[in-house]
């Protein structure tokens, strides 16, 4: 194998393990938001108006 070809191979390793550890990172960030939101009813007002949502 040619040194450049070994070379484009490790970068896409790189770019692989790179991107899986991305989806790992905001994986845990959205299911940890998910648990400490609070439970319960929760009602919003804004310019659109009122709105209640069950958490």
């Given at each position: 194998m040619l040194p450049k070809e070994r070379a484009v191979k490790q970068?896409?390793?790189y770019l692989l393990v790179g991107a899986l550890v991305v989806v790992v990172i905001a994986l845990?960030?959205?299911?940890?938001?998910?648990?400490t939101k609070p439970k319960g009813v929760?009602?919003?007002?804004?310019?659109?108006?009122?709105?209640?949502?069950?958490?």
């Amino acid at each position: 194998m040619l040194p450049k070809e070994r070379a484009v191979k490790q970068n896409t390793l790189y770019l692989l393990v790179g991107a899986l550890v991305v989806v790992v990172i905001a994986l845990g960030a959205y299911v940890y938001h998910e648990q400490t939101k609070p439970k319960g009813v929760e009602l919003k007002i804004d310019d659109k108006g009122i709105s209640i949502q069950q958490n």
